[in-house]
């Protein structure tokens, strides 16, 4: 059994988190949303009990559980009062053991999900990141969502659900973390309740890949109509847990727009008043993932925003950062950690994290000194291997009519230039 138990007697509470490593990107095609279905499904029905059975059940131990799925995993997490720990391990083994996927509630789960997908159309800034995941990793299974598309929902049959959960639901294919009032023998014993009842199955063959970078300048523009803002996410390709300059890279992103005093805030917002919000970030997941900045400037000011923020990035790139920039971001991010471990079920996570994007071993343990032992030359180096100045998707969500030709004007080096409606999934 892959599990880590994590003690802590600050409270009387027992929790875990049971993760499979089978997500969205190796749903089949066609049939996006598979496994986030699937999921959710399991407290609609199971062990002898309908969806208003679970809860209630859930509720009278004094507990919580939740399930979902990730790009590379699906994960069911829980908490109880210790004294009630062995009677929801023991349910909630039931119900990964023996779901009852009923049609009914898997049609109604469906439509369920479309309307969260159709009403999702309402975020401008998730309808900017949708695009820029979208055209950044397009061949590659980054470029799905999660939760699927309204089509690929409507095509999911109960089959497919039985099937996905046979081959995922295994104790081959399980990553366990239980933390809270317990100790190692105890954790152990709760662990196996969780999978007492699956199958020992095999161990998932993941096939995915890392991504390929796009070449050139990319301008993808979702039209919708009435819009006084533009949310701008500009994006390429970042790192992966085990590349030698990923905590050189995690600094420079911080220096640059990883706090409320970054660069990229200080010049957007700070200086310029262009933009309430203005941040970048990495995404860290099995495979290589983006690195994106965003900003949301009034529907006048995005040309000039768009132009900056690309010249800014160029001199980041070529130019670097100071020695002060990454000095006060390694302090940050040293005094911010502790935020990041206080509790039990945080470092659980942590530890589960790592399993399921087979990070390297220590990842977490040695974080502090890795950070501490970046310099400018290192983060400045991480910064020209990794990032692409030229290689960009800029993803903007307007309306066409008032923005698009200035966006592309304000564009040097563009490449391709795309329009999608913002009603496109």
Same mark, same amino acid.
């Given at each position: 059994?892959? %599990?880590?138990? &994590?003690?802590?007697?600050?409270?009387?509470?027992?929790?875990?988190?049971?993760?499979?490593?089978?997500?969205?990107?190796?749903?089949?095609?066609?049939?996006?949303?598979?496994?986030?279905? @699937?999921?959710?499904?399991?407290?609609?029905?199971?062990?002898?009990?309908?969806g208003?059975?679970? #809860?209630?059940?859930?509720?009278?131990?004094?507990?919580e559980?939740?399930a979902?799925? @990730?790009?590379?995993?699906? $994960?069911?997490?829980?908490?109880?009062?210790?004294?009630?720990?062995?009677? !929801?391990?023991?349910?909630v083994?039931?119900?990964? =053991?023996?779901?009852?996927?009923?049609?009914?509630?898997?049609?109604?789960?469906?439509?369920?999900?479309?309307?969260? %997908?159709?009403?999702?159309?309402?975020?401008?800034?998730? !309808?900017?990141?949708?695009?820029?995941?979208?055209?950044?990793?397009?061949?590659h299974?980054?470029?799905?969502?999660?939760?699927?598309?309204? $089509?690929?929902?409507?095509?999911?049959?109960? /089959?497919?659900?039985?099937?996905?959960?046979?081959?995922?639901?295994?104790?081959?294919?399980?990553?366990?973390?239980?933390?809270?009032?317990?100790?190692?023998?105890?954790?152990?014993?709760?662990?196996?309740?969780?999978?007492?009842?699956?199958?020992?199955g095999?161990?998932?063959?993941?096939?995915?890949?890392?991504?390929?970078?796009?070449?050139?300048?990319?301008?993808?523009?979702?039209?919708?109509?009435?819009?006084?803002?533009?949310?701008?996410?500009?994006?390429?390709?970042g790192?992966?847990?085990?590349?030698?300059?990923?905590?050189?890279?995690?600094?420079?992103?911080?220096?640059?727009?990883? $706090?409320f $005093?970054?660069?990229?805030?200080?010049?957007?917002?700070?200086?310029?008043?262009?933009?309430y919000?203005?941040?970048?970030?990495? @995404? !860290?997941?099995?495979?290589? &993932?983006?690195?994106?900045?965003?900003?949301?400037?009034?529907?006048?000011?995005?040309p000039?925003?768009?132009?900056?923020? !690309?010249? %800014?990035? #160029?001199?980041? *790139?070529?130019d670097?950062?100071? /020695?002060?920039?990454?000095?006060?971001?390694?302090?940050?991010?040293?005094?911010?950690?502790?935020?990041?471990?206080?509790? =039990?079920?945080?470092?659980?996570?942590?530890?589960?994290? =790592?399993?399921?994007?087979?990070?390297?071993?220590g990842?977490h343990?040695?974080?502090?000194?890795?950070?501490?032992?970046?310099?400018?030359?290192?983060?400045?180096?991480?910064?020209? =291997?990794?990032?692409?100045?030229?290689?960009?998707?800029?993803?903007? *969500?307007?309306?066409?009519?008032?923005?698009?030709?200035?966006?592309?004007?304000?564009?040097?080096?563009?490449?391709r230039?795309?329009?999608?409606?913002?009603?496109? #999934?």
């Amino acid at each position: 059994m892959r %599990l880590h138990v &994590e003690p802590s007697s600050a409270l009387p509470l027992v929790g875990f988190s049971i993760a499979f490593g089978q997500g969205g990107a190796h749903d089949p095609v066609e049939r996006e949303g598979l496994a986030r279905a @699937s999921m959710r499904m399991l407290r609609r029905g199971g062990a002898g009990l309908d969806g208003k059975g679970i #809860e209630d059940a859930v509720d009278r131990l004094g507990a919580e559980i939740g399930a979902d799925a @990730s790009m590379s995993a699906v $994960t069911v997490s829980g908490e109880v009062l210790a004294r009630n720990a062995s009677a !929801l391990f023991e349910l909630v083994g039931r119900l990964l =053991a023996s779901p009852a996927f009923e049609p009914a509630e898997l049609s109604k789960l469906v439509r369920e999900s479309q309307a969260e %997908l159709v009403e999702a159309r309402d975020n401008d800034r998730g !309808l900017a990141s949708r695009a820029l995941r979208r055209t950044l990793f397009h061949g590659h299974p980054y470029a799905r969502r999660v939760a699927g598309s309204v $089509t690929s929902l409507a095509a999911l049959t109960r /089959a497919d659900v039985v099937g996905w959960h046979a081959a995922t639901i295994t104790r081959a294919n399980a990553w366990v973390t239980v933390y809270g009032d317990v100790d190692d023998a105890r954790g152990r014993e709760l662990a196996q309740r969780l999978l007492a009842g699956l199958p020992e199955g095999v161990p998932h063959q993941d096939p995915v890949c890392d991504p390929v970078r796009r070449v050139g300048r990319e301008l993808v523009f979702v039209d919708k109509p009435e819009r006084t803002q533009v949310q701008l996410s500009i994006g390429t390709l970042g790192t992966r847990g085990d590349d030698g300059d990923h905590h050189a890279l995690i600094v420079a992103n911080t220096a640059f727009g990883g $706090t409320f $005093t970054a660069r990229l805030m200080n010049e957007v917002r700070g200086k310029r008043g262009w933009s309430y919000g203005a941040s970048s970030r990495l @995404s !860290l997941d099995r495979r290589r &993932e983006a690195w994106s900045m965003w900003t949301a400037p009034g529907e006048a000011d995005a040309p000039a925003c768009l132009a900056l923020q !690309l010249d %800014l990035l #160029e001199r980041l *790139v070529n130019d670097g950062l100071t /020695a002060e920039e990454v000095e006060f971001a390694k302090s940050y991010l040293a005094r911010s950690h502790v935020f990041e471990v206080d509790t =039990a079920e945080k470092r659980a996570h942590r530890e589960l994290d =790592a399993a399921v994007l087979a990070l390297p071993d220590g990842y977490h343990a040695s974080y502090l000194q890795r950070v501490a032992e970046v310099d400018v030359d290192r983060a400045n180096a991480a910064l020209r =291997a990794r990032l692409s100045a030229d290689d960009l998707v800029i993803a903007a *969500v307007g309306t066409r009519a008032a923005s698009l030709d200035a966006l592309t004007a304000a564009t040097p080096r563009l490449a391709r230039t795309t329009v999608a409606p913002h009603d496109l #999934e």
